[in-house]
């Protein structure tokens, strides 16, 4: 019996690790100051438009 526990419980493991790896990737996280930045950075950079 503790033979199969332990199996059970190594396939539980490897199936968990692959399903883990299909998984959708989280986006890297950006602190509260940087995006704070970045928004000043954007609204600061004036939009040229063209006219032709």
Do not use: C, G
Not at 8 to 25: G, N
């Amino acid at each position: 019996m503790n033979r199969q526990k332990k199996l059970k419980q190594l396939f539980r493991e490897k199936a968990k690790k692959a399903s883990a790896k299909l998984a959708p990737k989280k986006e890297k996280y950006i602190s509260k100051a940087d995006r704070l930045k970045m928004a000043e950075e954007t609204v600061a950079e004036p939009v040229v438009s063209t006219d032709s």
